[in-house]
């Protein structure tokens, strides 16, 4: 243990982590730049680093990326990732009423937290968790993503049938481009660019960024536009605390939840924080408030999201199977280190995986300090005023969507979706539940045809496996309980007008 | 014969130019004087991007001019190669082509061909394998094959998209030892991570990912090697039959990494970067970064990669056909 302690206390791997999280803080923090992004840009200079340090480097800049995407969205109602998208109406809304940098503070300590608790199930029952993925077939994998679904519809603010409208127009974008079990492209029209259809990334810009800046320039006397007021720094960390403290059994069950779901295969992260934010909504004592500024979604959502970053390494560490695409380039990284991830890495490289363990822990902790100084620095932006602040971020938003294709197609998509999004505020339908249809979407269809294909055409097949029956029954029961609820609503709308 | 092939055609695209720059003047002594971009058709973290990454840098140390790594991902690799061969030949664009530029065309997701590109240097050679699970009722490739013929459709197998590389693999195999191609069913999959996941959770029978991709469940016991599609054991598991021994047929399948430019770049560009690249391979750094991957260090000329590149377009052209998936 002390070897391990004193491996990860080297001036090395603390400067590597710290710098690693700042940095992973200002990509974040950029509307429209990626985890996954930075890690990439990152590759390079892992090559010049020890093992330990190629991969800590890698951990402190996914976890602080991953908490920085709230900045924005709360913010500038842009979210980072779309896990944040699950609770950014109500981040948004409180950073609005003139608590910005408490819910940033609270975004922040509950990241740290739910990322330290990711990592005590990782140290601690890896293997067993590794068990429970190897279950995980296309038919679990389906059904998962088929709850996520569902969450995006009773959890909003809207009336069902407008959720469901917005998961819809998600899941109509999300077809466009090679369909996956045959290979046909689809909705394309002969452009190359099209083929592996409309990232989340130039969608979340267009959707969330976009709209959000013809709305203000629809807004005739721009310069009364209303300023945010930032609450001094001190004041807010104590009321997020308070905050936190009060919710520290939410903060538990949503760390665990977020940590067993990230370990299985598919879309971990983003499914992780709309299933706790569901079940927050569902266990709270004001639901109504959930969409409107309700401080327990941002808590759990936000738990949840960094405790699936950490689950993810599962896969990875125990079969050499990438969990995302994180996982996928620090896989290639140790590779490129001659260690191979699997099984034996536990046995053969005990030391560098329980130090992997620890440098997670550290980066979980200094990313409270480098998460500071980015709301610090972010609020302070907000100084600007919001004519001059928006253009800005656009062309920002912009440079970020351009850089994850290389190619002009990313700004056409952000600008048509800019649009789109913009009639869909008007009619008053949701945006979160698009972004959640177009991520799921392609994973519930390829794992809908590859199921499809394996069963050659039976149904029965998807309840076969054990796993399988317990997550499609649950599917079903939630369904059949919305139709009702649907139902219910619908008649008693109706009965007052009857009288 | 491909030879003069390729040089009618370089002529054919270079003529005007031809005066000015006479093939056979080449001096060999190209340097780009500004960055270059080196685009990677697939996503970081894989085995086209660690190669292609590697070598990018040594190119840089070489040269003294960055070499900018770019992954332009997506459409099955269509993206990112159409980036390549659509560029100025100017020696500023290079990329990664690889085996896919022999199966895109024949199934008709693009016009590009091999002839759209000007082949450097060959980089990795990754022959299949054919793995099952642990607890598999299959201990070798014949069995396997026996009960296949008996029982069409009623196994599958995963590994890539549907025509991808690695189901070609499987439904050649079949084809060329006289079997349905499609007596083992092929279940598309994002990729070969997704497959060996599908694999040791009992959603396939068999994956025929790259022998390497399968390395460290292999040699955990989780999954089981029946065959390697090459003729040469791999040193890091030098006990996996090989298929060109084991099968009547002599089947092998590789996939292929190569250093190419858009078609028409002229010889002394081409030869500047054949020269700088052959360099890189013989350092023992390359050697080091090979080992550490279980992959040997390959090496070909110019004149035999775009000759290996169009008899691989033939045999796959053929597979395609077969297989049913030809366009």
Redesign the interface.
């Known amino acids: 243990m002390e070897g391990v302690i004193g491996a990860i206390l080297t001036p090395e791997i603390l400067l590597v982590v710290f710098l690693c999280t700042l940095y992973g803080a200002f990509v974040g923090a950029m509307p429209g730049l990626t985890a996954t992004m930075a890690v990439a840009l990152l590759v390079p200079f892992t090559y010049f680093m020890e093992p330990l340090a190629a991969v800590s480097a890698i951990v402190a800049t996914t976890t602080t990326a991953i908490f920085a995407g709230d900045i924005s969205g709360a913010l500038l109602k842009i979210p980072g990732t779309p896990a944040s998208a699950a609770y950014v109406d109500d981040s948004h809304s409180l950073a609005r009423a003139g608590r910005p940098r408490t819910v940033l503070f609270v975004s922040l300590i509950t990241a740290s937290l739910g990322g330290l608790i990711g990592v005590a199930l990782l140290a601690t029952a890896a293997p067993e968790l590794a068990r429970l993925s190897a279950r995980f077939s296309s038919y679990e994998s389906f059904w998962l993503a088929c709850l996520g679904l569902t969450c995006a519809v009773f959890v909003g603010g809207a009336s069902v049938s407008r959720n469901f409208a917005s998961l819809f127009i998600g899941l109509l974008i999300a077809s466009v481009g090679i369909d996956v079990a045959v290979g046909h492209p689809r909705l394309t029209f002969g452009q190359v660019e099209l083929l592996d259809g409309i990232s989340f990334i130039p969608a979340m810009i267009g959707m969330f960024a976009m709209s959000e800046l013809l709305r203000n320039a629809a807004d005739p006397f721009p310069s009364r536009m209303p300023k945010f007021t930032v609450e001094p720094a001190g004041a807010a960390v104590a009321a997020a605390w308070r905050e936190v403290r009060g919710r520290w059994a939410r903060v538990l069950r949503s760390g665990g939840l977020g940590t067993v779901i990230g370990a299985l295969p598919g879309a971990g992260a983003d499914i992780a924080a709309w299933i706790a934010y569901a079940i927050s909504r569902k266990t709270a004592r004001n639901p109504e408030d959930y969409g409107r500024g309700a401080m327990g979604g941002v808590v759990e959502g936000g738990a949840a999201n960094n405790a699936a970053v950490a689950g993810a390494w599962t896969p990875a560490l125990v079969f050499g199977i990438p969990g995302d695409s994180v996982t996928a380039i620090a896989i290639g990284v140790l590779l490129l280190k001659g260690l191979t991830p699997g099984p034996q890495i536990f046995t053969t490289d005990a030391d560098l995986v329980h130090a992997l363990f620890a440098s997670f822990a550290l980066a979980n902790v200094l990313m409270l300090v480098s998460g500071t100084l980015a709301i610090l620095a972010a609020t302070w932006l907000l100084r600007a005023p919001r004519p001059v602040l928006m253009p800005v971020v656009l062309m920002l938003s912009l440079v970020g969507g351009y850089a994850i294709t290389n190619s002009t197609t990313a700004l056409w998509i952000i600008l048509a979706l800019g649009a789109l999004g913009f009639a869909m505020e008007r009619a008053r339908i949701p945006i979160a539940p698009a972004i959640l249809g177009l991520v799921l979407g392609r994973v519930v269809e390829d794992n809908f045809m590859v199921s499809m294909l394996k069963a050659r055409g039976d149904f029965a097949d998807f309840f076969e496996r054990t796993p399988s029956l317990i997550l499609g029954a649950a599917t079903l029961a939630l369904w059949a309980f919305l139709l009702l609820r649907a139902g219910r609503e619908t008649l008693a709308r109706r009965r007052p007008s009857r009288g | 014969m491909t030879r003069t092939t390729r040089l009618s055609l370089l002529a054919a695209v270079a003529a005007p130019a031809l005066f000015a720059a006479p093939l056979a003047m080449a001096a060999c002594d190209w340097k780009p004087e500004r960055a270059v971009t080196y685009v990677v058709p697939w ?4 085995g086209t ?2 190669n292609s ?2 070598l990018a ?1 040594m190119l840089e140390q070489a040269w003294g001019v960055p070499f900018n ?8 690799g ?2 990112g190669h ?1 980036a390549i061969a659509n560029a100025e030949p100017d020696g500023y664009t290079i990329g990664a082509v690889t085996v896919e530029i022999n199966t895109m065309h024949h ?1 008709g ?2 016009d590009m061909t091999f002839e759209s590109v000007t082949p450097l240097a060959l980089v990795d050679i990754v022959p299949s394998s054919v793995l099952v699970k642990k607890d598999s009722r299959f201990e070798s490739l014949d069995a396997l094959l026996a009960f296949a013929k008996a029982n069409p459709g009623e196994l ?1 197998a995963s590994g890539t ?3 991808g590389i690695w189901h070609l693999a499987l439904a050649g195999m079949l084809n060329a030892e006289g079997l349905a191609p499609d007596a083992i ?1 092929w ?4 990729g070969a ?2 497959a ?3 694999l ?5 029978d068999i994956a025929t990912p790259a022998l390497s991709e399968g ?3 292999i ?2 016991g ?1 999954l089981r090697a029946l065959a390697y599609m090459h003729d040469q054991p791999m040193a890091a598991l030098p006990d996996v039959p090989l298929t060109a021994k084991a099968l009547p047929s002599g089947w092998t399948l590789a996939a292929y990494i190569t250093a190419s430019g858009p078609a028409g770049m002229s010889d002394e560009i081409a030869c500047s970067y054949e020269a700088a690249i052959a360099d890189i391979v013989a350092t023992p750094e390359w050697a080091a ?1 090979k080992a ?2 279980g992959s040997e260090v390959v090496s070909m000329s110019r004149a035999d990669l775009a000759a290996y590149m169009a008899r691989s377009d033939e045999a796959l052209g053929k597979v395609i056909e077969a297989v049913g998936l030809a366009k």
């Open positions: 996503g970081a973290g894989g991007d660690a990454r590697m840098s790594v770019v992954n332009r991902t997506g459409g099955n269509v993206t159409s199934v997701l693009t599958t998209s549907q025509g069913r279940i598309p999959s994002q991570a997704p060996m996941q599908e040791i959770a009992g959603g396939v390395k460290a469940m040699e955990s989780e970064f550490s991957r």
